[in-house]
DNA sequence: CCATGTACCTGAAGGC
DNA sequence: TGCCTTCAGGTACATG
C-alpha cells in the first residue's frame, strides 16, 4: 500500500497519539519485522517528534530513532485502551506505552521496524520526497534531466524523489498526459513543470482524504482512507477514460501494472 | 547506467 | 468444492 500520503496520514495521526510517551516494553512476534541495528534501551525512551521521509516513518527517541517501513501490508494501529486491542495473528511488532498501545501488523512480513541511531545516515540512499523544501521545481527538472530512465520508473525509483508508488505514479502521469514509457530526460521544459504541480497537487488531495486503500491500509485507528474513490486510472482497466471516454488500458511495466489512457497519454 | 528477473511473504481472485 | 496460477500499494540484489 502505503505511499506518501499513506505514511503521511500515519506520522499525523502518531503525532496526535504517541508524542511525549514512554516505551515501557517491546517485543518482536515475528523476529525478522524488528531490525535492531543500535544497542541502547528502548525501554524508558521518550517519542519526542514523529517525522516522515518519503515513505519512510521516523520516531524520535530521547536516544535513538525508531524508523518503520510500511512496504505492502504493514499498518501501525493504536489503542488508547490495551483491552480494546484485537491480538490477531499478523501482529508482529508490540510496543507498549506508559499509557496506550502501538500494534505493527503486517500480513505478508515485508514492513520493518527499524531502531538506528541516525536517520540521515540510514536513510542516505532515499532522495528528498515532493514535499521537501529542497525539492524545488528546477531541482526536479535537473534530475529529470539527469536520468535516461523510462518517467516511470524514475518517479518510482526513491533516489532521485521519493515518496511516489505505483498509484500515485499512474495517477500523476494521467493526469500530465505523459506516457509511462517516455525517457526521464526527453520531457520537455513545459511538460516538467506540469509534472511537478500535479504531483504534489495530487498527493495533496490524497491525505486531504486520508489517502487511498485498495485492500490493506488503515490509518492508526484502523480506519481506511478516501482518496481511492477519485482514481483517474489506478484500478480502473477497462473503464472509460474521464476525459476522452477511451478505454483504459492496463499493462506490465517497469515491473509494475501500468494504468494509462492510450490516448491522453500517446508515447 | 538501465532493464529485467528473483527474492522476500501471504491471501485473494480467477481459470478449469 | 478444490487445485493451480497469477497478482498485489515495495525494495534490495543479482545478472546481462
Given amino acids: ?36 541495528r543500535f544497542d541502547a534501551d528502548l525501554k524508558g525512551q521518550i517519542i519526542t517528534s514523529i517525522g516522515r521521509r518519503g515513505k519512510y516513518l521516523i520516531l524520535n527517541l530521547s536516544k535513538s530513532f525508531l524508523v518503520i517501513h510500511l512496504r505492502m501490508t504493514g499498518q501501525l494501529l493504536y489503542f488508547e485502551n490495551e483491552s480494546d486491542a484485537n491480538f490477531d495473528d499478523y501482529i508482529r511488532v508490540v510496543i507498549k506505552f506508559n499509557n496506550g498501545l502501538l500494534l505493527f501488523k503486517d500480513v505478508r512480513k515485508f514492513g520493518r521496524v527499524y531502531h538506528i541511531k541516525d536517520p540521515d545516515i540510514f536513510l542516505s540512499h532515499v532522495g528528498p520526497d515532493a514535499f521537501d523544501q529542497n525539492m524545488t521545481l528546477s531541482v526536479f527538472k535537473s534530475k529529470l534531466l539527469s536520468s535516461n530512465m523510462s518517467i516511470k520508473a524514475f518517479l518510482l525509483s526513491q533516489k532521485y524523489i521519493s515518496g511516489m508508488g505505483n498509484i500515485y505514479t499512474d495517477e500523476t502521469l494521467f493526469v500530465s498526459k505523459i506516457n509511462p514509457s517516455s525517457k526521464a530526460n ?68 517497469a515491473g509494475r501494472g501500468t494504468h494509462f489512457c492510450p490516448k491522453c497519454q500517446k508515447a
Avoid: H
Fill in 1 to 36: 500500500m502505503p505511499e506518501l500520503p499513506e505514511v503521511e496520514t500515519v506520522a499525523n495521526e502518531l503525532k496526535a497519539s504517541v508524542i511525549n510517551k514512554k516505551i515501557v516494553y517491546i517485543e518482536a512476534l515475528w523476529a525478522k519485522s524488528f531490525d535492531n
Fill in 186 to 253: 526527453s520531457i520537455k521544459y513545459k511538460k516538467a513543470e506540469q509534472l511537478f504541480l500535479n504531483m504534489k497537487t495530487i498527493l495533496r488531495a490524497s491525505i486531504n482524504n486520508m489517502g487511498s486503500t485498495i485492500s490493506d491500509y488503515r490509518d492508526p485507528a484502523g480506519n481506511k482512507g478516501n482518496n481511492q474513490f477519485y482514481f483517474n486510472v489506478y484500478d480502473r482497466e477497462g473503464q472509460p477514460c474521464k476525459v476522452c471516454n477511451t478505454e483504459i488500458k492496463k499493462i506490465k511495466f
